[in-house]
């Protein structure tokens, strides 16, 4: 697997908001069936790290690449059939039923002016079951829950069937129930598929449990990245959190608490 062109590669990329360093000449390479969890306090820049890396926001320097090729120099069609983003924010400015909502993510893979067809149908189907959405097809989605919205939200990247997920906060509104189940989704999609995934989590025992790599963003630009197991620690989370953390090592694997 490491030695395939990277999905996406990051090279000498510095990102900034408002005048605050999100990130630094930062160097990263996220291969095929890798899972990263993006890690950092409120407002240290996560959202605008990924809305980066999704082409929909500029950089200060640096270059991104996917499938070793420039991103903006990728057309937009192409680059959605490679590449998907689930917003942290799954409101629509107009309603509509779950299944209209949930096609949304067949766009890139259909031709100007081509409407849906059988087989667009039978995958946006499949979608909504796999997020446990089945029979909602003709609901509004006005009359949806926050954790209902959020899975249409899945449901829809699933039918875009991108190789790259970039997911803010994918299981923001979700109860454990369905906490669990999206990740488990998304993690049998990078082990079966080579789905790569790079999440941005506030629950850093999700990152414990899902995630192989991480990214940590300290703020003012610095930033750690590697192997989840190794910079998962008591110190490194302190030190992003900026509150006390304890590691608890149980039988089925070890978990972290705030003190």
Not at 70 to 84: E, K
């Amino acid at each position: 697997m490491n030695n395939s062109v990277p999905i996406l590669e990051i090279c000498s990329l510095s990102v900034s908001i408002g005048g605050k360093q999100v990130c630094r000449d930062l160097n990263l390479a996220l291969q095929p069936g890798e899972r990263w969890g993006l890690l950092g306090l409120n407002g240290v820049g996560k959202t605008s790290l990924l809305h980066t890396l999704g082409g929909v926001r500029a950089f200060d320097a640096g270059e991104i690449l996917v499938d070793g090729q420039a991103l903006s120099a990728i057309p937009r069609r192409q680059l959605a059939q490679r590449l998907g983003m689930m917003l942290q924010d799954s409101d629509e400015a107009f309603p509509s039923s779950v299944m209209e909502a949930a096609f949304i993510g067949r766009h890139p893979h259909l031709n100007a002016w081509e409407w849906e067809g059988a087989r667009d149908e039978a995958i946006a189907r499949a979608a909504l079951a796999a997020v446990g959405l089945a029979g909602f097809e003709a609901r509004s989605t006005a009359t949806l829950s926050g954790g209902e919205r959020r899975r249409v939200a899945l449901a829809a990247l699933l039918v875009q069937d991108p190789q790259l997920m970039l997911l803010d906060e994918p299981v923001n509104h979700l109860d454990v129930h369905h906490q669990i189940g999206a990740l488990d989704l998304l993690a049998k999609l990078a082990r079966e598929q080579s789905k790569t995934l790079l999440m941005v989590l506030h629950d850093v025992n999700l990152a414990v449990r899902y995630c192989d790599k991480v990214l940590l963003l300290f703020g003012d630009g610095e930033t750690l990245q590697g192997e989840a197991g190794e910079l998962l620690t008591e110190a490194n989370l302190q030190r992003l959190y900026q509150h006390p953390m304890r590691r608890v090592q149980t039988d089925g694997g070890a978990f972290f608490y705030p003190e």
